[in-house]
Nanobody, 122 residues
Framework: QVQLVESGGGLVQPGGSLRLSCAAS????????MTWYRQVPGKDHELVAT????????NYADSVKGRFTISRDNARNTVYLQMNSLKPEDTAVYYC???????????????WGQGTQVTVSS
């Protein structure tokens, strides 16, 4: 069964750091582009950071560029989001997303994690 299991969220003071993890199973992780999204009440999902499966540049929202870093460890089937210099406006539910296909002839699949709450407050 396909799973994306997130961890690392919680409460942190402004200026602090958190590292989110998303552990994947049930699909060939290395073939999938990974994305972190976030959502606050009353707003649409916002793309935070993306990383392609291979040979591509990462992309970041302007609001997090220079503070957040996305990375992946294909051997561990895990994608990370290192969040530094956190601000109250970073408070949101963060979601892990995978997009890809198991082979050249397979159709594209989209998978989502359960979401994890990040709260930045003093």
């Amino acid at each position: 069964q396909v799973q994306l299991v997130e961890s690392g969220g919680g409460l942190v003071q402004p200026g602090g750091s958190l590292r989110l993890s998303c552990a994947a199973s049930g699909f060939t992780f290395s073939r999938y582009a990974m994305t972190w999204y976030r959502q606050v009440p009353g707003k649409d999902h916002e793309l935070v950071a993306t990383m392609p499966s291979a040979d591509g540049s990462t992309n970041y929202a302007d609001s997090v560029k220079g503070r957040f870093t996305i990375s992946r460890d294909n051997a561990r089937n895990t994608v990370y989001l290192q969040m530094n210099s956190l601000k109250p406006e970073d408070t949101a539910v963060y979601y892990c997303n995978a997009v890809g296909r198991e082979s050249t002839w397979a159709r594209t699949s989209h998978y989502w994690g359960q979401g994890t709450q990040v709260t930045v407050s003093s």
